[in-house]
């Protein structure tokens, strides 16, 4: 079975920094893209971020380019976001998607995600 | 980045009814070299992530129940439900996977009348 497990997620200060964690079992990671996805409260799916299977490709959203960076270590079979010069309009429920066999931005597994609130 | 635009916003059908959902596209996402429209319909519930219905705008992905279908070619495109089951309340997305960003729709929340 599929499964995608985020950790990482909690309260932050604006300015400050976070790493988030997605542990992948069931599949064999090292063959698929994946990709960070985020909601905020309320709002739809905001792709964020996605990493090609060897790590040798990354894509961001407009709005993360240069603040985060997604990384991943297949051994582990882990990908990571990290998270610098948070912004109140980051607080959003991160979510780690598996890339489909159809396209690299098409997404059939997801974790249950972690939510990341930025606040003073 | 291609926009997309869904409509209604809201949607309350009956219980045995069928419920038809639209998903616009700022532009063509269909991919000339292999004739495909990159463009999913996800289905979200309460307190769960999104789920992958369909695909190529057509395609069912394994295990969705075959009331749901998809169609449209080019910038419009439909999802449709033939016959609404009371587990069918959630809110719906479409997505473009052509280029990125990988945009979703705004989503639209289906409810029982």
């Known amino acids: 079975e599929v499964q995608l497990v985020e950790s990482g997620g909690g309260l932050v200060q604006p300015g400050g920094s976070l790493r988030l964690s997605c542990a992948a079992s069931g599949f064999t990671f090292s063959r698929y893209w994946v990709t960070w996805v985020r909601q905020a409260p309320g709002k739809g799916p905001e792709w964020v971020a996605n990493i090609k299977q060897d790590g040798s490709e990354t894509y961001y959203v407009a709005s993360v380019k240069g603040r985060f960076t997604i990384s991943r270590d297949n051994a582990k079979s882990s990908l990571y976001l990290h998270m610098n010069s948070l912004r109140a309009e980051d607080t959003a429920v991160y979510y780690c998607?598996?890339?489909?066999?159809?396209?690299?931005?098409?997404?059939?597994?997801w974790g249950q995600g972690t939510l990341v609130t930025v606040s003073s | 980045d291609i926009v997309m635009t869904q409509s209604p916003d809201s949607l309350a059908v009956s219980l045995g009814e069928r419920a038809t959902i639209n998903c616009k596209s700022s532009q063509s996402v269909l991919y000339s070299s292999n004739n495909k429209n990159y463009l999913a319909w996800y289905q979200q519930k309460p307190g769960q992530p999104p789920k992958l219905l369909i695909y190529?705008?057509?395609t069912r992905e394994s295990g969705v129940p075959d009331r749901f279908s998809g169609s449209g070619s080019g910038t419009d495109f439909t999802l449709t439900i033939s016959s609404l089951q009371a587990e069918d309340v959630a809110v719906y997305y479409c997505?473009?996977?052509?280029?990125?960003?990988?945009?979703f729709g705004q989503g639209t929340k289906l409810e029982i009348k």
């Open positions: 997505q473009q996977y052509y280029n990125t960003p990988p945009l």
């Open positions: 998607a598996r890339s489909h066999s159809g396209g690299s931005c098409l997404l059939d597994y």
């Open positions: 190529w705008a057509s």
